[in-house]
Nanobody, 126 residues
Framework: VQLQASGGGLVQPGGSLRLSCVAS????????IGWFRQTPGKEREAIAC????????YNQDSVKGRFIISGDNAKNTVYLQMNSLKPEDTAVYYC????????????????????WGQGTQVTVSS
């Protein structure tokens, strides 16, 4: 099982980025994928999650209306579209997966996920 996160980079405040998380070794059809982020000295924070089987998505309040999580099961890929980026969104972004469905009360819990990608750096700065 592998997760490959990509799409990070340097963007100006107000800009957009789309992160991708490609899964291999398992299918997204019955899995849940979450996006987390972490800045130095801080705990990893859950951003969003998609439970592919039923198309359910969950979002952290701080990114609602700006970040959109979606999945393409045919490509075994989950995306995080990030709009109206702010300097405080600067972090390393990780995707994580578990081969089961996740309910809302679980999505922020790192222990709910079994596999993690390597992270991609997002820097929001002028």
């Amino acid at each position: 099982v592998q997760l490959q996160a990509s799409g990070g980079g340097l963007v100006q405040p107000g800009g957009s980025l789309r992160l991708s998380c490609v899964a291999s070794g398992f299918t997204l059809d019955y899995s849940a994928i979450g996006w987390f982020r972490q800045t130095p000295g801080k705990e990893r924070e859950a951003i969003a999650c998609i439970s592919s089987r039923y198309g359910r998505t969950y979002n952290q309040d701080s990114v609602k209306g700006r970040f959109i999580i979606s999945g393409d099961n045919a490509k075994n890929t989950v995306y995080l579209q990030m709009n109206s980026l702010k300097p405080e969104d600067t972090a390393v972004y990780y995707c994580a997966a578990t081969e089961r469905q996740i309910i809302y009360s679980e999505f922020r819990n790192e222990k709910a996920y079994d596999n993690w990608g390597q992270g991609t750096q997002v820097t929001v700065s002028s």
